[in-house]
């Protein structure tokens, strides 16, 4: 059961799109290290598990952006949360691949 998704956006404080992407990146990697489901959309990416996690990666994934080098980072986060269950990633998505 899945009882959390987040969807998160950074956007690193920095002059080029090049170091944009660079930084970003790096966030991706990150996510992907954590063993968690995810999946990479255009604007943000999206992670399932518990939400005590979740939000830790959330944290991180800020920090990541400064130990990269940017001056700052602008988070934009979205977060589904049922210790119930919530729909997944493939609940949602899966229809149209």
Known sequence: MTEASVAIQVLPKVSETAEVLRIVDKVIEYIASTGFKYFVGPFETTIEGDYDSLMEIVKEC????IREGAGGVSTYVKISYNPEGVLTIGEKVDKYM
């Open 62 to 65: 800020n920090k990541i952006c």
